[in-house]
């Protein structure tokens, strides 16, 4: 395929202790039963100054002395540059004065670790096979499920969960990120070849968010930025497979105006076009585009913001790409009108290095490039439904696509690129997928779309070309937590 895109969107929920994150002594949770016995016991931990959540309700800093009930809590403690510390089912008696642990330092080995040196030649040649995460170790086996071997073990105060695969179908992606979301803790982008069991460690940053990421500039060249909650990409990078240095496109710490929602890569790799600027937050109307020389690092606006006031509506530039071999930009227009729950308008614009504008139809922008974006305007005037596009399948000429309304739950298609050819794949509530250069991908499915518990979700391998699906924990015999399907040609 041209390009890859491994975009991911990470929804990071709030617990309900938010706004109350201060230091606390004696503190007294909430109690609707005044008959309830209660203790004061000391929290506490080596070293001190360790964050602690009790119950999701408050939190304290050791150490501390805290009232609470007899019975079980949910602990946690959390303290930077130190691996976290849970207590699932911590027991308070009548007798019990003291809570403490000990913290060991953070190293590579406490996030993840090989557990194997070498695969076996099975799984070293095969070019069909899984890797998947189970019960919180990396897995690889054969497309068949008969073999399996582990690979890596993730720590136990994280998760992890796959992101992607490179073009040439040796670097799997993971996202590590800790269990206990409310801390004050980062969150790991690494890479694990799956022939040579390399690990690399690519990326860390702060944990409310997920990396973006896209191989748009080659098959040994990751670009990735770190994009927190309807926020813009601060700090866009390149790392280098090849040479295992990392460079940066975009940064913000350096020019406030280095923040982007969207960006496009010219084929030469001179220029970097992006939607963004001073915005914090998306949609934002006061989104720029911009046009950035990657050799001379100068920066440009080619769109100034809009002048819309935010009472009457929404106006910013939704998605950016080069066209006419680099010489000129394509780029969309989102027009929400206040109180409106109609879909909004999108028009589309070509702009040149000069920052010359002409606006054109959805049909010519059709003719210059093919993006999820156009693909998925020309779908819905067609079937006239609500629907999202997910990916195009270049090696079997496949679109992967969601229909949606209010009232019923997501319902999982595929059809030709021509539109032709719609099939129901039979899939409902489908919440995470993982592409590659197949026409097979995995899917994760909410079995309950009303509950989200572990065991409510289930994998599938899905066959696009056949319409097929196969259950990934009947197939493997384990409970599957992410997968993703290998096909290396």
């Known amino acids: 395929m041209k390009k890859i895109f491994l975009v991911v969107t990470v929804v990071v929920f709030l617990m309900s202790f938010a706004g109350c994150k201060r230091e606390q002594t004696g503190v007294t949770p909430s109690d609707s039963n005044p008959q309830t016995q209660t203790k004061i016991v000391k929290i506490d ?15 304290v800093r050791t150490p501390s002395d805290v009232e609470l009930t007899l019975g079980q809590h949910f602990i946690s403690f959390n303290r930077d540059g130190y691996q976290g510390y849970i207590l699932e089912n911590a027991v308070v008696k009548e007798d019990t004065t003291e809570i403490k642990v000990v913290l060991k330092k953070s190293d590579e080995e406490s996030i993840i670790k090989l557990a194997k040196v070498k695969l076996s030649d099975a799984l070293l040649n095969t070019p ?58 980062k969150q790991f982008l690494y890479a694990l070849n799956n022939e040579t069991l390399e690990l690399i460690k690519i990326a860390e940053d702060n944990w409310e968010g997920g990396f973006r990421m896209s191989f748009e500039s080659g098959d040994d060249k990751l670009i990735y930025g770190f994009q927190g909650v309807n926020a813009p990409i601060c ?6 497979f090849t040479t295992r240095k990392t460079s940066y496109l975009l940064d913000c710490s350096k020019n406030s105006e280095e923040k982007a929602f969207t960006y496009d890569i010219s084929p030469d790799g001179k220029y970097i076009a992006y939607a963004g600027g001073n915005v914090e937050v998306f949609p934002d109307n006061r989104t720029a585009l911009y046009l950035k020389n990657l050799e001379a690092g100068e920066l440009k606006m080619l769109v100034k913001p809009s002048n819309l006031d935010p009472n009457s509506g929404e106006d910013f530039i939704l998605d950016v790409s080069f066209i006419k071999g680099g ?13 409106s729950n109609y879909n909004p308008v999108v028009k589309y614009f070509i702009v040149d290095f000069e920052g010359h504008v002409k606006e054109i139809s959805l049909d010519d922008a059709s003719k210059f490039i093919q993006s999820s974006q156009i693909l998925e305007a020309k779908l819905k005037k067609l079937l006239n439904k609500n629907l999202h596009i997910y990916t195009t399948l270049d090696t079997c000429d496949k679109i992967v696509f969601t229909i949606f309304n209010n009232d019923n739950p997501e319902e999982l298609y595929i059809c ?3 539109f032709s050819n719609v099939l129901d794949t039979g899939i409902s509530s489908p919440n995470f997928m993982n592409f590659s250069d197949s026409c097979k991908f995995t899917c994760e499915v909410l079995a309950n779309s009303e509950t989200f518990g572990s065991s409510n979700l289930m994998w599938y391998l899905v066959d696009a070309k056949n319409n097929t699906k196969v259950n990934l924990t009947e197939l493997l015999k384990m409970v599957v937590a992410d997968a993703i399907y290998i096909e290396k040609h």
């Not at 931990?45 to 939190?59: E, L």
């Not at 992101?163 to 993971?174: A, E, H, N, R, T």
């Not at 010489?327 to 109180?339: P, T």
Request: proline share 3%; net charge negative.
């Open 416 to 418: 030709n690129t021509d």
């Open 327 to 339: 010489k000129e930009i394509l780029y969309s227009k989102e027009i929400w009108q206040s109180g």
């Open 45 to 59: 931990s080596d070293p001190q100054g360790a964050t602690v959540f009790i119950d999701n309700n408050f939190v």
């Open 235 to 240: 700090g866009l990078a390149s790392f280098d």
């Open 128 to 185: 069909l096979k899984f890797v998947f995460i189970s019960n919180g170790e990396v897995y690889i086996s054969d497309e068949n499920g008969k073999t399996i071997e582990e690979v890596a073990v993730i720590g136990n105060n994280y998760q992890a969960r796959i992101y992607g695969i490179s073009p040439d179908s040796k670097w799997i992606l993971l996202n590590i990120n800790p269990k206990d979301v409310r801390a004050d803790s």
